[in-house]
């Protein structure tokens, strides 16, 4: 179906978190929105995420009895994020966060709630917060949605349990102690009877968390304003009207279209996760091309700005964010990227090690800090195995990638190749293809210390965070358990993208900026079409959405308080990155 109007006030080109962001707000303060998306859902990687959303100094934190103030942040990034670039867009963030997450609950679908325990990654810096900055979307009920919940991105299949049920984080806990616990037992037999009644009704479950919650509440806030999304819609090019962008001229089916564009157009494309060239351009050689972000991140907000004298940012100091991540092949065939963020490398009873069998990282730290850790030990060598280790006690209680807890046979992981299984640590070390004696010197040298709870060689479980992701029930030390009993297991690992961090010069009102820092007249970028706020950095949890959310808001607002300017016959851009 093609768009039913030739003009609109604001076009906002991608349907992830920033996108839908942008176009709720705009609608929301009375403005004619389109959303073009290029696949036929919304959501983007939000809706395969875990929904973490990082605003200093809420509203919700005092609602909590939690206390933070922005010079505290401030001190924070300043340690966390040293760089001078972007410091500017950094304090529009600080000041209009809260601002955002306000209006929105206010005024659309948007409920979130406050993560009491979540500590910034970095909690020993002066100004982290032991929790509370984060935030995360409320449960959504996916029926309200009606017809178009099929048009919502389905979350991973690896995050969900029984074909189609996703539980919060809360409820997973709940889930790891059935059988240990009468209230935990009867919780688990609650949300399954739950499930079991909506799969009649749907063809997966309508109780969404996470990302696919926020994913639901902006398309619910979209739907409740009359904004039009064109699915399976490609963008060939930005209009222009004089040094102004206008409007935007999309392919859909056979037929090219012009549409004009009143106030503005909004890029929220999803970055260049997915565009072989400007990864080799961009990303250091040793990250190679595991990427955990959606396959529709493939640049095109970049170039389609590049077409009308747009800048990017590439003074980040890392050009992505990064995850540790395991690959593997589905039933149906299609490859799996399981993202390594808190469930498995932290818990006590496995280890990390490099491709000459030693340990290279502290295996607790934030998914990005621990990817860094893999960079430097690659030396530049993009296919630089490194593999997780741990034992049949550990892979039974935490489970390992996709591999869930209480598993009880491992066969088709092992048949497949995804695990790698051996009865003993010299027949595990043959098959990941390191020396046997130096992988037993390393179980040898790490067990020493965990016997009493201790890591010497990294300090493993010695922040909150760190003891945070471990297992609060395992004493003396949340992170750390000897690894023993065979049979031992290993999984091989990847540097991964989460996103990339490179993206377009904006200013503080989200507007895209040309080489000389002058702003594009009718043209604003957010999510990961806008280059990090943080120069690459991770602080903490949610620090893509956060920003996505504000300058989504920042932008909507801003196209609201914008002069009328309507286009007449505007020429078209046309450039490549």
Same mark, same amino acid.
């Given at each position: 179906?093609?768009?039913?109007?030739? @003009?609109?006030?604001? +076009?906002?080109?991608?349907?992830?978190?920033?996108?839908?962001? =942008?176009?709720?707000?705009?609608?929301?303060?009375?403005?004619?929105?389109?959303? +073009?998306?290029?696949?036929?859902?919304?959501?983007?990687?939000?809706?395969?995420?875990?929904?973490?959303?990082?605003? #200093?100094?809420?509203?919700?934190?005092?609602?909590?009895?939690?206390?933070?103030?922005?010079?505290? /942040?401030?001190?924070?990034?300043?340690?966390?994020?040293?760089?001078?670039?972007?410091?500017?867009?950094? =304090?529009?963030?600080?000041?209009?966060?809260?601002?955002?997450?306000?209006?929105?609950?206010?005024?659309?679908?948007?409920?979130?709630?406050?993560?009491?325990?979540?500590?910034?990654?970095?909690?020993?810096?002066?100004?982290?917060?032991?929790?509370?900055?984060?935030?995360?979307?409320?449960?959504?009920?996916?029926?309200?949605?009606?017809?178009?919940?099929?048009?919502?991105?389905?979350?991973?299949?690896?995050?969900?349990?029984?074909?189609?049920?996703?539980?919060?984080?809360?409820?997973?806990?709940?889930?790891?102690?059935?059988?240990?616990?009468?209230?935990?037992?009867?919780?688990?037999?609650?949300?399954?009877?739950?499930?079991?009644?909506?799969?009649?009704?749907?063809?997966?479950? @309508?109780?969404?968390?996470?990302?696919?919650?926020? /994913?639901?509440?902006?398309?619910?806030?979209?739907? &409740?304003? !009359?904004?039009?999304?064109?699915?399976?819609?490609?963008?060939?090019?930005?209009?222009? !009207?004089?040094?102004?962008?206008?409007?935007?001229?999309?392919?859909?089916?056979?037929?090219?279209?012009? +549409?004009?564009?009143?106030?503005?157009?909004?890029?929220?494309?999803?970055?260049?996760?997915?565009? =072989?060239?400007?990864?080799?351009?961009? *990303?250091?050689?040793?990250?190679? *091309?595991?990427?955990? =972000?959606?396959?529709?991140?493939?640049?095109?907000?970049?170039?389609? /700005?590049?077409?009308?004298?747009?800048?990017?940012?590439?003074?980040? @100091?890392?050009?992505?964010?990064?995850?540790? &991540?395991?690959?593997?092949?589905?039933?149906?065939?299609?490859?799996?990227?399981?993202?390594?963020?808190?469930?498995?490398?932290?818990?006590?009873?496995?280890?990390?090690?490099?491709?000459?069998?030693?340990? %290279?990282?502290?295996?607790?730290?934030?998914?990005?800090?621990?990817?860094?850790?893999?960079?430097?030990?690659?030396?530049?060598?993009?296919?630089?195995? *490194?593999?997780?280790?741990?034992?049949?006690?550990?892979?039974?209680?935490?489970?390992?990638?996709?591999?869930? #807890? %209480?598993?009880?046979?491992?066969?088709?992981?092992?048949?497949?190749?995804?695990?790698?299984?051996?009865?003993?640590?010299? !027949?595990?070390?043959?098959?990941?293809?390191?020396? #046997?004696?130096?992988?037993?010197?390393?179980?040898?040298?790490?067990?020493?210390?965990?016997?009493?709870?201790?890591?010497?060689?990294?300090?493993?479980?010695?922040? +909150?965070? !760190?003891?945070?992701?471990?297992?609060?029930?395992?004493?003396?030390?949340?992170?750390?358990?000897?690894?023993?009993?065979?049979?031992?297991?290993?999984?091989?690992?990847? #540097?991964?993208?989460?996103?990339? /961090?490179?993206?377009?010069?904006?200013?503080?009102?989200?507007?895209?900026?040309?080489?000389?820092?002058?702003?594009?007249?009718?043209?604003?970028?957010?999510?990961?079409?806008?280059?990090?706020?943080?120069?690459?950095?991770?602080?903490?949890?949610?620090?893509?959405?956060?920003?996505?959310?504000?300058?989504?808001?920042?932008?909507?607002?801003?196209?609201?308080?914008?002069?009328?300017?309507?286009?007449?016959?505007?020429?078209?851009?046309? @450039?490549?990155?």
């Amino acid at each position: 179906m093609m768009p039913t109007h030739e @003009t609109y006030d604001v +076009i906002v080109i991608g349907a992830g978190a920033g996108g839908m962001t =942008a176009a709720a707000v705009a609608a929301a303060e009375g403005l004619h929105v389109l959303v +073009i998306e290029k696949t036929a859902f919304v959501g983007g990687t939000t809706a395969w995420s875990e929904g973490m959303v990082w605003i #200093p100094a809420n509203a919700k934190m005092k609602e909590a009895g939690l206390s933070d103030t922005i010079a505290d /942040a401030v001190q924070y990034l300043s340690s966390t994020v040293p760089e001078t670039a972007n410091a500017g867009l950094r =304090a529009a963030f600080l000041t209009r966060g809260a601002e955002a997450i306000a209006w929105l609950e206010a005024n659309t679908e948007v409920r979130l709630q406050s993560v009491k325990a979540c500590p910034d990654y970095y909690p020993e810096r002066l100004g982290a917060t032991s929790g509370g900055r984060v935030l995360e979307p409320a449960a959504f009920d996916g029926t309200g949605l009606g017809r178009a919940f099929a048009r919502l991105r389905p979350p991973l299949p690896e995050f969900t349990l029984f074909g189609g049920m996703m539980v919060n984080r809360p409820d997973s806990q709940h889930l790891h102690r059935v059988g240990r616990s009468l209230r935990s037992t009867m919780r688990a037999a609650r949300l399954v009877s739950a499930y079991a009644l909506q799969r009649l009704r749907s063809r997966r479950g @309508t109780t969404l968390h996470l990302g696919n919650a926020l /994913a639901a509440q902006l398309y619910a806030s979209l739907l &409740a304003r !009359q904004v039009e999304v064109l699915f399976s819609a490609d963008v060939e090019a930005l209009s222009m !009207q004089g040094d102004r962008v206008s409007g935007v001229v999309i392919r859909h089916g056979s037929r090219d279209r012009p +549409i004009a564009a009143r106030r503005g157009v909004v890029l929220a494309t999803g970055g260049f996760s997915h565009d =072989a060239v400007l990864r080799k351009r961009y *990303f250091p050689a040793a990250a190679g *091309f595991v990427s955990v =972000a959606h396959t529709s991140s493939t640049g095109d907000g970049l170039r389609l /700005a590049a077409a009308t004298g747009a800048a990017l940012n590439t003074d980040a @100091t890392s050009p992505a964010h990064w995850v540790p &991540a395991s690959l593997f092949r589905r039933a149906d065939g299609s490859r799996g990227v399981f993202p390594h963020t808190v469930a498995d490398r932290a818990k006590p009873g496995v280890i990390a090690v490099n491709a000459a069998g030693r340990r %290279f990282v502290n295996e607790a730290l934030s998914y990005h800090e621990f990817v860094l850790g893999m960079l430097r030990d690659g030396n530049g060598e993009p296919d630089r195995p *490194f593999h997780l280790i741990c034992d049949r006690a550990f892979l039974w209680t935490y489970g390992l990638g996709r591999i869930k #807890p %209480f598993t009880r046979s491992y066969r088709r992981y092992v048949a497949s190749g995804e695990l790698i299984e051996a009865p003993d640590i010299a !027949q595990l070390a043959g098959k990941i293809g390191v020396k #046997p004696s130096v992988l037993a010197a390393t179980l040898a040298s790490y067990n020493e210390g965990a016997k009493e709870g201790r890591d010497p060689e990294f300090g493993r479980g010695s922040t +909150i965070y !760190q003891r945070h992701l471990g297992d609060i029930s395992h004493k003396p030390n949340p992170c750390v358990a000897p690894i023993t009993r065979g049979p031992f297991f290993a999984m091989r690992i990847y #540097p991964a993208d989460l996103g990339t /961090a490179i993206g377009l010069k904006v200013d503080a009102q989200a507007r895209v900026l040309r080489a000389d820092g002058t702003p594009i007249a009718g043209l604003y970028a957010c999510g990961n079409d806008m280059g990090s706020i943080m120069n690459g950095n991770c602080p903490g949890p949610g620090i893509t959405l956060g920003p996505a959310l504000t300058f989504g808001y920042i932008a909507g607002r801003h196209l609201a308080e914008g002069a009328m300017t309507f286009a007449t016959t505007p020429a078209v851009a046309t @450039t490549s990155v």
